[in-house]
Nanobody
Framework: QVQLVESGGGSVQAGGSLRLSCVAS????????MGWYRQAPGKQRELVAA???????NYLDSVKGRFTISRDNTKNTVYLQMSSLKPDDTAVYYC????????????????WGQGTRVTVSS
């Protein structure tokens, strides 16, 4: 059974920080690189950060130096620490498996959790 449960979103002012968490079902988490995606109003969903099963990371250029993705394999959990937040970061954030080396959504995986909303005010 696929399970992805995101949490940690909220409303902050520009410059603030948030830490997102995502608990994934065990088998899904253990065999895949994981990523955080976001979808802003009126825009397509985009991948912002990815972490390989071994802990290597990659980021969308616009979040480099501000966001940090990590994973705890003992808890089947992936995190996204977001700092220096900007209004453009406002979106619903989702976690899901990724194609780490191509930095894109994993082909054939089309399940999404409920997401967690992040709102950044200026």
């Amino acid at each position: 059974q696929v399970q992805l449960v995101e949490s940690g979103g909220g409303s902050v002012q520009a410059g603030g920080s948030l830490r997102l968490s995502c608990v994934a079902s065990g088998r899904l988490f253990s065999i895949n690189a994981m990523g955080w995606y976001r979808q802003a109003p009126g825009k397509q969903r985009e991948l912002v950060a990815a972490v390989s099963s071994g802990g290597s990371t990659n980021y969308l250029d616009s979040v480099k130096g501000r966001f940090t993705i990590s994973r705890d394999n003992t808890k089947n959990t992936v995190y996204l620490q977001m700092s220096s937040l900007k209004p453009d970061d406002t979106a619903v954030y989702y976690c899901a498996p990724v194609d780490y080396y191509r930095f894109r959504k994993l082909v054939g995986f089309d399940y999404w959790g409920q997401g967690t909303r992040v709102t950044v005010s200026s």
